[in-house]
């Protein structure tokens, strides 16, 4: 074994709890859509278990696992299969590099800064079809994939909270989407925090990692895990709370970066990270949380992204919705979208993606709601492809129905 | 009529010592025949660790013993590097052990020229992350590890290549004697019950726990203590390398790396009866808690099975109360001619795995005597071929981990394996714990009828993993059927032979989540498949 | 709060959710990972592994014989959901009946889908293996069948799904497959050839792997009959087994849609108890814990295979609640809001280590409506 492979090393032996019971492979979404995917519990467990202490085996199969979670979710055994999957992956990506747009598509915060200040020509150019033939023979990137749109006035532009010395103080971790693509939800967020009172700072923050990870670049994930966590436990140690509005950063926080980065810290930090709504719901249970919702006559579908049901906290966006008066939400219950963060914008891989995203369209189709709330990005990137339904994230619904109530209380 | 053949040397046991004797008698250019019971090593040289001892576990209590062992180390790195895995060992000595034993062994490993060097222990914990850290010094020593398995096969392979012939599955019913003289040996076929008689001037007692019973026979006085070792094997291998406590050799202190799993023993209890391979959860117990100064989490992980042997140790004085542990674990080459007026009788017993091709030599040097040949052994210099091959299998779907294994496993047989691994379904990952194919499988059945997994097993690994066999025993007796190489009848008995046996090993260490894997089994097998029905049917 | 909290995700977990909710109830699902529906062979039997009736089961389970009705009564709820679930299961439990398995050997079954039917006495059966599936290897189990059999004639064959392959297929890849039309197609020319090839023409009964579809088995059943002229059925076996993946499928997306909340990847850890009713129970997510509140409980964690149970050096542990059990696993005096459903009930209840889908069935709607005398509740005597 090389020093490079060794500098991999992951000590992670959930693996041996794995009784081969194939729950995850029955569960996992690509092996149903694709005989070329080895499968969770070949590319994971068995491997790792192959690999250690011995030497490194590459398998490039494991391309096509999207790090979408569902085994984990599966397994009986609570083995980290994603994690092992993870680790997979960093070894081919160890061995055969990664390729040009894998390096720009797992680059979301820089990509991001570029895209977001030159807003306009970004936007217009990804809607251009020449562009679009040039990007799919270059850079694999199919051209009928329609990409999230980039926002000049990205969100750390349009940062503004108007609550200070609260009791409660939260520290945002924005994440890349909220922060280029869609401020729109990050300044909703803030104003959910407002009307209940609570300060919100925003952190020095990196890219969560997660799409490095998907790409097998652990070491830069693992960097940025290191940078967040010394610049969120700054707040934690203060008595903030670490919020998110990203399911795929939230789990991050809470559970990847105890395995590649595995320190003390990592765990002190997961200690004090929520999801946006599963707040939410922890002020509700307290008696804190502002309940001067507006009516929202609605009928509503959820969907669910895997990583928000990876963070095992039940449906807390659900759960929240429904204390709106009058809002009718509706678990789609269709899985994983298919987009699976970068993985969808690949062009060997977008026919997997349009198969697995296809009992989410149907399921939206079927359920002919008003509108799809989701929380992740990639999710509605998909809806947006997929569906004619406008999607929106709930801190945007919560924001609206605080807004109404306010003007309703002030009329 | 009576089947019957003549040769020079007929050898009772298919352990290491039989088959080594076997292949230097070959390479010497002396007609012989092997008899074993059971398959090629049932007994105890596949009922051990696989440590390749470095001399240091001996280096303070018999010194002569440690410095054969390292001559036979450094030989058979060399010479059986397809069964030789060099990973080094450690000793650590914990708090608690006695430092003056540290200081003797340091110098007399030093006298013996046993290369030892301390690490430091920042190193050691680095590369060894389930090392107790409250070790106090950690030593390198040269440790490998040995698979009996592949050993066995390869070393009864290259007897066969050079003449000798080998019956397995043929347990002795007699030895003929004419006047003072052995002149050869009744046996029996044990799958059809066909006798034989092998007629030859020197017979060879290698039959390790049974020896005394071969004594019997041929009516020589011969006291071999049994001494019974269990050992458990850990789901995967959490160890680079050999594991050693530092201090006098004792119970449950040596961890040893074999493939995807670690080898955690022993234990030793004397027993009269030499198929005695019964299991106590208590003496493992015990020996977990002695494990734990060594890898604290020991409790927390998980076994798949346990299996014991016994160590023949030869007792010179027929006297009683022996414990086993101070019985010489030297060799033991017996003349019975000079010794008991018996002449072409010749015992070899006691010694170790690590000795076997010198506990070879030393007795087929006595045969030459006896025959008055003036052949030389070889086997100090003589290399059976390596197990790897590189560059292979490009032309067969395999996935990269089946590949992985047959590179370090195919050896000589890689062209036999590039061709029928073409098949696609040849190429089908049958076990996959391990990552065996079918095409390995295939080509360990013998195809004379006989579907044994075991034998399979000890050929391929199929079945050593985690999940001891769930799926992959049902799929290979199932495949065997389909392919021609077992009637349903042979297929269904070998089936329920194989889960009874893998479950018996389980069943002692079946807690946590090897209890749900043996429930899972027994579900899949009884309720599933509905072997259940079939189980009743047999007992009415 | 909910009104009931389920805590696992088998199949008694399932039902009993789907049926609380379905009384308008507010109910959470707990589960760490999939429910063991996944490794069975999703056909219910009444004694696993071995026959009986139904009279010599209720003995054998703790049952009073004056609660027939009511089981019939769960089994007929049982089989009204399945229909809407567009997976209808039939038999009854008074009449088991023989099914074949992936082994070729015959098991007594109660309940089973459409995609399986009994295996006759007599007539001309023909195994049909798929090259690519080492589960089901046909000459194999027709032989074994043949044994079970002696006056049918019974005959195997093997055809190549023919799709390009990365890994080694199981059951439920092949039923994948067979969801496409194309697919299908090919097989039942591939099948005739063979069967044309093996002069075999009076064939009435085709047995196939626990593969005839996952989405689209209707389709696929009705295609293969007819194409086949024959009845056919699917001889579960090895996981995953079609058979089994679609109940757990149907019965997973019924309990999010019906609106089950589910909290996934969770694993309780212990609960809050006073005078022996559970206020909550302690549930331990990705990074920290929180308390779920319910007025109901029901445990439906498994035995020792499901992980209700654990066999440790000392004897046998109740995992979720940390109830005290007796040497079974049975609880002790369990909480008076406490309904014990499936194997959570005792290692005693279990036979070959599962309790076998009828007793499933019954304990879940038990713990939901109740029964005359209670039998799984807070009892289990």
Redesign the interface.
Known sequence: MNDALLDLNMFEDSYEKCLKCNACVASCPVTGATLDFGGPKHMGPELKRLIDNQQVIDDKRIEYCTLCGNCDLSCPEDVHISTLTTYAKAIHTEKHGSSFRDFVLSNAELVGKMASAFAPVTNTAMKMKPMRQVMETVMRIPKERKFPKYKFKNFNRSFANKVHGSKRKVAYFVGCYAMYNAPEVAESFVKVMNFNGIEVVKPRQKCCGVPMLANGRLKQARKNAAFNIDSLLEYTRKGYDVVTTCTSCGLALKKEYLSIDGSDKAKELAAHVYDADEYLRMLKDNGELNTHLAPMKQKVGYHAPCHMRAQGMGTPAMDILELIPGFNIYDLGAGCCGQCGTFGFKKEKYGISMKLGRTMAESVKNLDADYTVTECGMCKNQLDQLTDKEVRHPMQILAESYERAKQLQTV | MKKALETEVAVIGGGVTGTGILRDLALRGIKAVLVEQGDLGHGTSTRNHGLLHSGCRYAVRDPEAAVESYQENLILKRTIPGSIEQTGGLFVKVPGDDDAYVRRWLDSCGKLGIPVGEIPLEQAFREEPYLTKEAQAVYQVPDGTIDDFTLLIDVAADAVAHGAALLTYHEVTGIMTEQNHVSGIHVRDTRNGEEQDIYAPIVINAAGPWGMNIAKMAGVPLRIINNKGMLVVFSHRFNKRVINRLRMPGDGDIFVPAHDVTIFGTTGKNTDDPNDFSLNREEMEQMLTTGADLIPEIHQMRLIRAYSGSRPLYQKTAGKGSSGRDVTRGMALLDHGERDGLDGLITITGGKLTTFRLMAERTVDLVCKKLGSDAQCTTREAALPSRKSTDSFSGANLAPAARHKLMNWAGVRTPEFETSLKDREAANVVCECEQVTWAEIDAAIPGDGHLDLGDIRRRTRLGMGPCQGTFCNFRTAALAVEHGKAGTREADCALMRGVKERRKGMGVVATGETAKQLQLMQTIYQVSLGFGNEEEKQHV | MYDVVVIGQGLSGMLAAIWARGEGKRT?MIM?????I????GVL?LI????GTLDEWMKQYPFHSENKADVLQAVAKFKALTRELGYPYNGDVREPVPVV???G???ETALYPDTVTPVPDRGHAVVV?F??L????????S??LQ?ERPLMTVDAI?IPLG????????Q??AA?LLDQKEVRARCLRRISGQLADKGISQADFFVFPSSLGNEAWAQTLKQFSEGLGARVTEA??????ATA?RLNDRL??KA??S?V???????VTGADIEKNHIRSVR??????A?D?AGRQFVLATG?????GL????DGIRETALHLNTDGDGRPMNPPDNLFLAGASGGRQLT????VGGVYSLVSSYASVFGLRKTVAGGMAK
């Open positions: 959470a760490s990972g999939a429910g063991k996944m490794q069975s062979t039997d696993p592994g071995s026959r398995t992936g082994s050997h015959i098991k293996g090259q690519e080492p589960d089901f290897q046909p000459l194999f189990i032989k074994n044994k093997r799709e390009d392959s990365q890994r080694v297929l199981t439920l890849d994948r579960p076996g090895m996981p995953p087994n993946i997973k997306l999010i849609r609106g909340r589910l909290y996934a990847d969770t694993t549930v331990r997510m990705a990074n920290r929180t779920v035995g020792i295979l499901g992980g654990e066999v440790t050096p036979r070959h280590g599962i």
